[in-house]
């Protein structure tokens, strides 16, 4: 997977070089290049942003600078990327969309600053790529800088080969609609604080059981929202009943 991300704040993205994001670029899994947006400025001061039309508080990002970096970035002969812009107004960023973004081959995020980037940019570039404006949650950050750390994060552990354990996709929460249930390791004991037995029973069916149980109730204590948007079908008959 090919990534370009376009900011005013490179060196935000530093600890994309860390962990496993960064073994993954090392191995040619995720190319990712950051972009300076200054870089398609060019006046003296480098300007990216001027006052809002209609008045208001705050500043705008200028379109001129984002368009000649999405122009360089995704130029027609090529296979335009999907372009994904980090917003408040975003969609909601879930589970089910990174696996859809992990399936892209070219993904250009664009990070907004101040008041947020001129409409146009988004509404030209959506003559010539997918543009998904896309939101961690309900409420505002600094830019999208973070975000796309956060989006960048989910999407890379789905690529093949990244999570040294690829099974440990299939238990974690999100990944049938339902949070995942509690984990435990050693000690047995640990003050005064045991392990359900079940764990220790080696009844692999039983333990799978126990877990589904609990991440059921869990998702329902913590996430009726999943509960309620759950297939019936994917429910276990013995679900039902329990
Ligand atoms: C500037 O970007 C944001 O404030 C932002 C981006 C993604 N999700 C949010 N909830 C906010």
């Known amino acids: 997977m090919r990534v370009d991300i ?25 190319r990712l290049v950051v972009h300076d947006l200054r870089s398609w ?63 892209e081959p070219h993904l250009l995020f664009a990070c907004g600053r101040y008041e947020g980037i001129d409409q146009r940019v988004l509404d030209h570039a959506a003559t010539r790529m997918p543009v998904t404006e896309v939101s ?21 552990r789905l690529l093949p080969g990244v999570l040294g354990n690829a099974g440990s996709l299939e238990e974690e929460s999100h990944a049938h609609g339902l949070l995942e249930a509690p984990m435990y390791t050693k ?19 039983r333990i799978a059981r126990w877990r589904r149980d609990q991440a059921l109730t869990r998702t329902g204590q913590r996430r009726p929202d999943l509960l309620a948007a759950l297939d019936p079908q994917s429910l276990d008959k013995r679900d039902v009943t329990a």
Do not use: C
């Not at 999907?82 to 973004?101: H, K």
């Open 41 to 103: 400025t060019h006046d003296v001061h480098r300007t990216v942003d001027d006052t809002p039309y209609g008045g208001g508080p705050g500043m705008v990002m200028r379109p001129e600078p984002w368009g000649e970096a999405l122009d360089a970035l995704a130029p027609p002969e090529l296979t335009p990327p999907r372009l994904l812009v980090p917003s408040p107004a975003g969609v909601p960023f879930t589970q089910a969309l990174a696996y859809e973004l992990a399936a």
């Open 187 to 205: 000690p047995a004991t640990w003050r005064g604080l045991d392990v359900p037995d079940v764990l220790r029973s080696g009844d692999h069916g």
């Open 6 to 30: 376009v900011s005013i704040f490179p060196e935000y993205f530093a600890p994309l070089d860390l962990s496993l994001i960064g073994k993954a670029r090392a191995n040619g899994t995720l």
């Open 136 to 156: 961690l949650g309900d409420y505002v950050l600094f830019g999208g800088e973070v975000a796309v750390l956060v989006i960048l994060e989910a999407v890379t």
